[in-house]
């Protein structure tokens, strides 16, 4: 059974960092660019960072750049965010995402993890 | 970056209609067009990529067309497991947008 589970999301204050973490199996992690992707509560979709295969190649939205870096581990078929200077808006549930843009496979999708940022 | 522009915000519509929901992009896009369903609670689901390839798994009720800027979702018959928020995501071009959602509710 294919499985993304998220973890890592919690409450932290404004200026203040997180790492999440994406544990993926039952398919090979290896072979497929892995992504994240974040829902600010009552709002839309939002894409945040894909990294490529083998972490040659990483693609950020404008406003996470210089402050998050998606990374990865095939070893141990891990995915992270590492999401520093936080931001109020920065809020929201945060999914990491496979063969969910351009694969004709069947897309997978993890169950979110909630980062807050508030004082 | 490319906007996504997604009309209708929101539809409300009856088991049996037929619905459609349009995405226009600032730019062309090719055919580099996905559409998405999520429900309350759950993680987005990938129904149409390519603007027109049916993910496996989803019903044929729904189907995508269009090209360069303008595309449509259209769901040929609702179904009471069909109310849902809808997005369309241009993945053509970095950053990767989605349209803003609409939501189909039931009347």
């Known amino acids: 059974e294919v499985q993304l589970v998220e973890s890592g999301g919690d409450l932290?204050?404004?200026?203040?960092?997180?790492?999440?973490?994406?544990?993926?199996?039952?398919?090979?992690?290896?072979?497929?660019?892995m992504s994240w992707v974040r829902q600010a509560p009552g709002k839309g979709l939002e894409w945040v960072a894909n990294i490529k295969q083998d972490g040659s190649e990483r693609y950020y939205v404008d406003s996470v750049k210089g402050r998050f870096t998606i990374s990865?581990?095939?070893?141990?078929?891990?995915?992270?965010l590492q999401m520093n200077s936080l931001r109020a808006e920065d809020t929201a549930m945060y999914y990491c995402a496979s063969r969910w843009?351009?694969?004709?496979?069947?897309?997978?999708?993890?169950?979110g993890t909630l980062v807050t940022v508030s004082s | 970056d490319i906007q996504m522009t997604q009309s209708p915000s929101s539809l409300s519509a009856s088991v049996g209609d037929?619905?459609?929901?349009?995405?226009r992009a600032s730019q062309g896009i090719r055919n580099d067009l996905g559409w998405y369903q999520q429900k309350p609670g759950k993680?987005?689901?990938?129904?149409?990529?390519?603007?027109?390839?049916?993910?496996?798994?989803?019903?044929?009720?729904?189907?995508?067309?269009?090209?360069?800027?303008?595309?449509?979702?259209?769901?040929?018959?609702?179904?009471?497991?069909?109310f849902a928020t809808?997005?369309?995501?241009?993945?053509?071009?970095?950053?990767?947008t989605f349209g803003q959602g609409t939501k189909l509710e039931i009347k």
Request: with cysteine; charged share 10%; net charge positive.
């Open chain 1, 12 to 33: 932290v204050q404004p200026g203040g960092s997180l790492r999440l973490s994406c544990a993926a199996s039952g398919f090979t992690f290896s072979s497929y660019w």
């Open chain 1, 72 to 80: 990865r581990d095939n070893a141990k078929n891990f995915l992270y």
């Open chain 1, 101 to 111: 843009v351009a694969s004709t496979a069947t897309d997978f999708w993890g169950q």
């Open chain 2, 18 to 23: 037929r619905v459609t929901i349009t995405c």
């Open chain 2, 43 to 82: 993680a987005p689901k990938r129904l149409i990529y390519a603007t027109s390839s049916l993910q496996s798994g989803v019903p044929s009720r729904f189907s995508g067309s269009g090209s360069g800027t303008e595309f449509t979702l259209t769901i040929s018959s609702l179904q009471p497991e069909d």
């Open chain 2, 86 to 96: 809808y997005y369309c995501l241009q993945y053509n071009t970095y950053p990767y």
